[in-house]
């Protein structure tokens, strides 16, 4: 008898000690979300911070746009401590179309005019970037809706250096419900098609993929016709 109270006593005074500790978290990360929030400028949306001690930046221009219409959320993935970075260009547009998830290491810039659309979620159950990826916009970079993307992976729309006899640049267009695997080079002139995925340790440069195909090699070829895919198992 004596036993079973001291053990009820002890997950209690258990409780009562990280019940301050775990309101303390909640309200931290109720404060970042706000400040976050505000840097917004249209689409009545909002920036969720899960982790109190994620390292989380915007540098934001003051002539650069910030349009989020659902929830861009932080999340942490197997123990991953690399910051969350997102810097917008002067005259820069970014615009994520719907809820959003980007993991830590995740760092997107923008350039001095360009334009970064994000479709966000709309049949699948997340939409989202899980880690340590980078996403560097020249001029116009555009990932559609339910698009799914692992870690290691960088997606640029230019050389960012002159090769004579070379266009630097080209725009990338990602349709709907693609999937990009881990360890991919997605490079300017990628235009690939909805319903795709594209395999781990794979490079698009240059190249247009229909819908409903899996992607992969160096440079990618079609590997697969007529595929479907789901997030969730």
Known sequence: MKKNIYIFLRKLAKKILTFPYSICITFICKIRSNYYTNKIDDGGGKIIISDTFMNFKIKKHPTARLIIKGNLRTIAHVGNKNPIYIELGENSTLSIEGDFTIGRGVRITLNTNSVLIIGGKEKESDS??????????????????????????????????????????????????????????????????????????????????????????????????????????
């Open 128 to 233: 989202g970037i899980t880690a340590d990826t980078l996403i560097m916009v020249y001029k116009k970079i555009s990932l559609g809706k339910d698009f799914m993307c692992a870690w290691n992976v960088f997606i640029s729309d230019s050389d960012w250096h002159h090769i004579e006899g070379q266009n630097h640049h080209s725009d990338i267009i990602i349709g709907d419900h693609v999937w990009i695997a881990n360890s991919n080079n997605i490079l300017k002139g990628s235009v690939i098609g909805n319903n795709t995925i594209v395999a781990s340790n794979s490079k698009t440069i240059n190249s247009a993929y229909p819908d409903n195909v899996l992607i992969g090699g160096v440079p990618a070829k079609i590997l697969r016709e007529k595929i479907g895919w789901s997030r969730d198992l």
